[in-house]
């Protein structure tokens, strides 16, 4: 009798292992599922549409395809159209009638709404005053990543971009604290020198709408250029010195500007190596420029390097060098350039 109730039991265990794996493979009721690719398309984007099944070989099977209710395509296996995504606010429905080789008749239906994100990007790295361009992204640096969703409803009015839903991924992963409703900025911080994948996807609140976008972001070095510094006129911003330089008069100043360090942190003082000669000047590691003065009537040339690190931010470093002629008549030399 232990022996039979036990039999019993093991096929009652077997049978509701079987139930339960068997619960877990969400499959439609006819065995045939239509997708799409991408799943949020952005305007006038190509979008792939295409049907599957593991249960019948679609390949034998006669299929018509509708796009907003036109015949775009008919045959044995044909399998995929591609059409384009609509306008934001508008809609596209696309449905696939198949009469299986088993003589059944199934239809798929699937809607295609589009929504564009734009996605820009700010480095908060240093620029001297009156710069024009953009900070670059450097190692270490904090970037804001801020996204202008453009989603419509049927009635083709934008949503209100702070009444949306934000999930924002970097590297693959959600980034919990900085995603969620209204949450339109990413602000991020890699310690790690490697590219960085941003992803973000749009949504209302019933998620009918929906928009997605993704960028790269790769870090590089910082950089230093140097100007002269004028003490009547203040720093010439408007030209970088070049490698070599010409110097006519008893003294030449020279400021470094170090470009895209974060030296807006308060902790994370850049300490300055100069070097003239091959000559380090320990006096000076503190100072962001160097004067150079020579006897009138003297010719020659020195060799005046710079090396900036951030004491705090480990991977953020530049070297800069250039050289000096003092002369105070025309030089003839056609490899030196000014």
């Not at 001297?128 to 996204?147: C, D, E, R």
Request: hydrophobic share 35%; glycine share 6%.
């Amino acid at each position: 009798m232990k022996s039979v109730l036990k039999t019993i039991f093991l096929l009652s265990l077997i049978c509701f292992f079987a139930i339960s794996v068997n619960a877990q493979i969400p499959t439609s009721i006819d065995g045939i599922e239509i997708s799409i690719d991408p799943i949020n398309p952005s305007t006038g984007q190509s979008v792939d549409v295409s049907i599957e099944s593991y249960i019948t070989s679609l390949n034998a099977a006669s299929i018509v395809w509708l796009v907003n209710g036109k015949n775009v395509a008919q045959g044995t296996g044909i399998t995929s159209i591609k059409i384009t995504s609509p306008d934001i606010g508008k809609s596209t429905s696309v449905t696939a009638i198949i009469m299986t080789a088993e003589g059944k008749e199934v239809r798929k239906n699937v809607t295609i709404k589009s929504g564009d994100v734009d996605l820009i990007w700010e480095s908060l790295g240093y620029t001297p005053p009156l710069f024009k361009g953009k900070s670059l992204f450097s190692y270490q640096n904090t970037v804001k990543i801020t996204a202008l969703p453009h989603l419509a409803g049927s009635s083709g009015k934008e949503l209100d971009p702070k009444t949306l839903i934000y999930k924002w991924e970097k590297n693959d992963k959600v980034v919990q604290n900085q995603s969620g409703y209204g949450k339109q900025t990413l602000t991020i911080n890699e310690e790690i020198p490697r590219p960085i994948s941003i992803e973000v996807t749009v949504s209302n609140k019933d998620g009918s709408e929906q928009g997605t976008s993704f960028m790269t972001l790769e870090p590089g070095n910082p950089t230093i250029l140097f100007y002269e510094e004028d003490p009547l006129y203040g720093v010439f911003y408007n030209k970088s010195l070049e490698e070599k330089i010409r110097v006519t008069k008893e003294e030449i100043s020279i400021l470094a500007v170090p470009y895209f360090f974060s030296t807006y942190a308060k902790n994370s003082p850049l300490r300055y190596s100069w070097s003239i000669n091959n000559l380090e000047q320990p006096d000076l590691s503190a100072n962001q420029s160097v004067t150079l003065r020579t006897k009138e009537g003297t010719e020659g040339s020195s060799d005046l390097s710079l090396e900036v690190r951030n004491t705090d931010q480990i991977l953020q470093g530049a070297k800069k060098a250039v050289t000096l002629f003092f002369n105070s008549k025309p030089v003839m030399e056609e490899n030196i350039t000014f």
